[in-house]
Structures are given as C-alpha cells and as structure tokens.
C-alpha cells in the first residue's frame, strides 16, 4: 500500500519500528496532491506552502488539511469567500497551536461552502471540489475539501467544522469517518464564527482510531473560549477496547420516513442487525419535534450568521472595493460596494434571512419562537437517553447528489440537512462511519449521536461495527 494511502495509527507504527520516516509520507502526499488536486479540488489555495514543523520529531508528525475558516498565523485563511482575499490571521487557532505542538504539518486549507454556508461545496469562491468517488457529484458539505482530501488520500487526516451536519454529511458522502464533538468539547478560539452557539471543530479521518487520536489532539478547556467546557478530558483511544454488550441504542422513529432512499435505510438497518449480533439493544424511540429542526436551525443559524458576518465591511479584515459612482456617503458607499462584490449568493441570502428574522416586530414571531423551540429539541434528546446510551439513525437521507443539481433550489439543499441539525441545536456529539455503498458506488454514512460529553460511547459502538465491516477499507481509485 502506498504511504499516502495509510491511517495515522499505521503509519505512527511504521515510524515506531522505524519502517517509514515522516519525510517519506510527507514526501508522498505532496506529490499525490499535485498529481490528483487539479482533478478533485480539496485544497482552497493550492498556491500557498505547507507548514512543516522545523524538525519532523515531533510526537505526531502526521500529514493534515484543515478546514479554510480555522485561522493559521501568517497563513491565507479566506472561508473560501471573496470577502477575505488576503486575509492572513494574526494568531493561531487553539486547535492550531494543539496541531503545531504535536508536530503535525499541516498541508494546506481545505476548501468549504463559502463561511460553511451549504451541503455541497459548490458555493466556495475558489470553485467546486468534486467527490472523489464520482467526480460528477458533490463531496457534500461544508467541510467538503476537507473529506475529499481524506478520501483521495491527499491528506492523512483533516479537521472539519460542523454547524449543522458540516462534518458528518460530507464524511458520509465521501465514505470516510467524521466526528462533531460536543458543543465545548473543542475550543471555538480561531474558529471564523458562522452561528457561534452550534459551531464546533471536529475530525475528519479514515478510521475510528484516528478519530479518537485526532480528538486526543485538539479537545480540552481553553481559556480563550468562554463556551469551551472546563471539564477533564479522557484519553479517547480506551474506548476502543470496549465491546457493546448490553449497551441501549435507541431508533428514532421520526428518521425513518417516506423520501429516505432505500439503499441508505437498508444499508442502516443492515448495521443495526450487526451491532445486535455483537450484543447492543435497540429500542425505538420517538424525539417528537424532529419535524421542526430545519425550520429551527435556519432561522437561528442565520439570525446568528448575519451578525456574525456585520464585520466584514472592507475596514478590518480582507478585500475594500471602491464604489464607481457616489451614491450616499464615500463610507456607505465602501461598505455595500465591498459587501455586494465580496459576498456570494448564499452568503447574501443569509444575511437578509438573518437580518430579517432579528428585526424589531418579528424577532418575537421568529428568533424568539425558534429558540423555544430549540429547548424542546433539546428536552427530546434528553428524555430519548433516559432510556438509552447512544441513537443511530442514517447522517444524510441520500447519497452524493450531483454537482449543480441543488444548487437553484436552496430550500431543497436545506432540507438535505434533516438528519444532522438536530444534533447541533442539542449541543450533543455525533459521529458519522460508512455504512455501505450504493450500486452506483457512492458511499453511505451511519450517524451515532450520545449524551453529552459522551464521545467514548460514540467511539465503542462505532469501532465495534468498523472491527466487523470492510466498508471503512474500500478505497477510491483516482
Ligand atoms: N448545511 C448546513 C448549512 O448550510 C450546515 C452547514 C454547517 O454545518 N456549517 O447551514
């Protein structure tokens, strides 16, 4: 197998009995990039150096591509949007500073949805990047260069953010593993905020040992992130020796509906028949307001996303365009100049969506509204694991859709979105395996959510099921 091609656990025990040295798998990823980046487009801006630590002896010396809205000192981090051409952040990202003192190199940023705006990494400024399975379909999204670039093997690992489903959708499309952790689990620090209540970092891996190792890297109290959770943090890799006897998982009824396709319900109910054979059981559940999560999440997402994005008027940060002709003031003029060239469509839809919903005389009727609604989501998951340890239901309701194929028809995109969002308006953790494929060869992804704080539950059953399957093992051929 080629170098590129390994898992971080392999290739640190190839460095262990001295077989392998982090120069040669550095070496072999950046030729795999230069040889199949042009084909894929996982990295955001190609032009830009990898970052490798002065000496390759660091503990964790592993070949990594992080998301393009996670700031890296000195280095162009635009999320993948006009507005921030340019921009090259002052400090690092805690999960950055984790990653360097590890001694990761870290080999670019992936592209994304601009500001993680989308389910299909086709509103990137820099351009669509394809799924390396089936180069006409979409990787999913946000974090889609990120999961191309595990699956393709031009990264041995990456980091993804997910808001509502950011990690776990593309990684189910693109056949790989990816973990949003608890909200607070993972510090925020350095992370360009898109909705700050629901954002979180997380892995994006080949397996479920790297993602525990992954997480090992980067989770942890952080001063500098009011919201990250001061709680001690378990060495994630012992729940891998664990079985799953006797463990509770519940099924949610309001998952498995009419519009599912059937090669992802057969392929879920396929996985829950295996994990029973190893001694979980599986009760059904209901978590009645599922039906109102999308509405929920898109009106609070964009309320927070239009004022998270008010800062981007030309003044601090990336591109000033000068307006051609004086309408109000020269200033007024700068702002909405900058903010019309520098804005997408999607990243625009939003701002008004948001703007609108916080607005005096219907703040009340909306944002209020959904907020209240939020707690009863959240009141939902808290009753479900009353009676349960972990919930499994599918992490998207098909498979890669093609490039271009929801791209005029937002609310279909955003409905796409049903099985991952909930997870984020609870703060809980959930992690997404591959499942099977469908007879077109496009991978499928199975979605384990926990209680809070209970990513090793997430890991057990996870790791169980990987030990029993080879899904984990197919790999693209580009
Ligand atoms: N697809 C969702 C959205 O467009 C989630 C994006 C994300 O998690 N960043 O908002």
């Given at each position: 197998?080629?170098?590129?091609?390994?898992?971080?656990?392999?290739?640190?025990?190839?460095?262990?009995?001295?077989?392998?040295?982090?120069?040669?798998?550095?070496?072999?990823?950046?030729?795999?990039?230069?040889?199949?980046?042009?084909?894929?487009?996982?990295?955001?801006?190609?032009?830009?150096?990898?970052?490798?630590?002065?000496?390759?002896?660091?503990?964790?010396?592993?070949?990594?591509?992080?998301?393009?809205?996670?700031?890296?000192?000195?280095?162009?981090?635009?999320c993948?949007s006009r507005i921030l051409e340019g921009f090259?952040?002052?400090?690092?990202?805690?999960?950055?500073?984790?990653?360097?003192?590890?001694?990761?190199?870290?080999?670019?940023?992936?592209?994304?949805?601009e500001f993680?705006?989308?389910?299909?990494?086709?509103?990137?400024y820099?351009?669509?990047?394809?799924?390396?399975?089936?180069?006409?379909?979409?990787?999913?999204?946000?974090?889609?260069?990120?999961?191309?670039?595990?699956?393709?093997?031009?990264?041995?690992?990456?980091?993804?953010?997910?808001?509502?489903?950011?990690?776990?959708?593309?990684?189910?499309?693109?056949?790989?593993?990816?973990?949003?952790?608890?909200?607070?689990?993972?510090?925020?620090?350095?992370?360009?905020?898109?909705?700050?209540?629901?954002?979180?970092?997380?892995?994006?891996?080949?397996?479920?040992?790297?993602?525990?190792?992954?997480?090992?890297?980067?989770?942890?109290?952080?001063?500098?992130?009011?919201?990250?959770?001061?709680?001690?943090?378990?060495?994630?890799?012992?729940?891998?020796?664990?079985?799953?006897?006797?463990?509770?998982?519940?099924?949610?009824?309001?998952?498995?509906?009419?519009?599912?396709?059937?090669?992802?319900?057969?392929?879920?109910?396929?996985?829950?028949?295996?994990?029973?054979?190893?001694?979980?059981?599986?009760?059904?559940?209901?978590?009645?307001?599922?039906?109102?999560?999308?509405?929920?999440?898109?009106?609070?997402?964009?309320a927070?996303a239009s004022s998270n994005l008010a800062r981007y008027d030309g003044v601090q940060y990336g591109l000033r365009c000068q307006p051609q002709q004086q309408r109000r003031t020269p200033i007024i003029d700068m702002y909405e100049e900058t903010r019309d060239q520098g804005f997408g469509a999607?990243a625009k839809r939003r701002i008004m969506l948001g703007t609108y919903a916080l607005s005096s005389g219907y703040?009340?009727?909306?944002?209020?509204?959904?907020?209240?609604?939020?707690?009863?989501?959240?009141?939902?998951?808290?009753?479900?694991?009353?009676?349960?340890?972990?919930?499994?239901?599918?992490?998207?309701?098909?498979?890669?859709?093609?490039?271009?194929?929801?791209?005029?028809?937002?609310?279909?995109?955003?409905?796409?979105?049903?099985?991952?969002?909930?997870?984020?308006?609870?703060?809980?953790?959930?992690?997404?395996?591959?499942?099977?494929?469908?007879?077109?060869?496009?991978?499928?992804?199975?979605?384990?959510?926990?209680?809070?704080?209970?990513?090793?539950?997430?890991?057990?059953?996870?790791?169980?099921?990987?030990?029993?399957?080879?899904?984990?093992?197919?790999?693209?051929?580009?």
């Amino acid at each position: 197998m080629k170098l590129n091609e390994l898992t971080a656990h392999e290739i640190l025990q190839g460095f262990q009995a001295k077989t392998i040295t982090p120069d040669s798998v550095y070496q072999c990823l950046q030729e795999t990039i230069q040889n199949k980046d042009k084909k894929i487009h996982a990295y955001a801006h190609s032009a830009d150096p990898a970052i490798t630590p002065k000496a390759m002896d660091g503990k964790y010396p592993i070949p990594i591509a992080i998301k393009d809205n996670i700031c890296i000192k000195d280095y162009l981090t635009t999320c993948s949007s006009r507005i921030l051409e340019g921009f090259r952040p002052p400090y690092d990202a805690t999960v950055i500073t984790k990653l360097k003192d590890s001694g990761s190199i870290i080999l670019g940023h992936a592209n994304m949805d601009e500001f993680a705006f989308g389910s299909s990494t086709e509103s990137s400024y820099y351009g669509v990047t394809r799924n390396p399975w089936n180069l006409d379909c979409v990787p999913g999204g946000s974090s889609g260069g990120s999961a191309a670039a595990v699956a393709a093997h031009e990264a041995i690992w990456a980091l993804g953010s997910d808001t509502g489903g950011s990690i776990r959708q593309p990684a189910s499309f693109c056949g790989v593993v990816g973990l949003k952790p608890t909200y607070g689990r993972v510090s925020r620090y350095g992370l360009i905020a898109f909705a700050s209540s629901l954002d979180q970092i997380g892995p994006i891996t080949k397996d479920v040992e790297d993602c525990a190792l992954l997480l090992n890297l980067i989770a942890g109290h952080d001063e500098k992130d009011s919201t990250s959770a001061n709680l001690p943090v378990p060495d994630f890799t012992r729940a891998l020796t664990k079985d799953v006897k006797n463990i509770k998982i519940g099924i949610p009824k309001e998952y498995f509906i009419d519009g599912m396709d059937a090669e992802v319900k057969d392929s879920v109910l396929a996985a829950i028949e295996h994990l029973k054979g190893h001694g979980a059981q599986f009760i059904d559940i209901s978590l009645p307001h599922t039906e109102y999560a999308v509405a929920t999440y898109y009106i609070l997402a964009t309320a927070e996303a239009s004022s998270n994005l008010a800062r981007y008027d030309g003044v601090q940060y990336g591109l000033r365009c000068q307006p051609q002709q004086q309408r109000r003031t020269p200033i007024i003029d700068m702002y909405e100049e900058t903010r019309d060239q520098g804005f997408g469509a999607e990243a625009k839809r939003r701002i008004m969506l948001g703007t609108y919903a916080l607005s005096s005389g219907y703040y009340d009727a909306y944002y209020l509204k959904a907020q209240k609604v939020r707690t009863l989501i959240k009141k939902d998951f808290d009753e479900a694991f009353r009676s349960c340890d972990a919930i499994i239901t599918p992490t998207a309701p098909t498979t890669a859709f093609k490039i271009g194929e929801k791209t005029s028809d937002p609310l279909s995109m955003y409905l796409s979105d049903i099985y991952t969002i909930s997870v984020n308006l609870a703060g809980i953790p959930a992690l997404s395996i591959p499942c099977g494929f469908s007879k077109n060869g496009l991978p499928i992804g199975l979605q384990i959510m926990g209680k809070p704080f209970d990513e090793e539950m997430l890991f057990r059953i996870a790791h169980t099921y990987e030990q029993g399957t080879e899904w984990h093992k197919r790999k693209v051929v580009l």
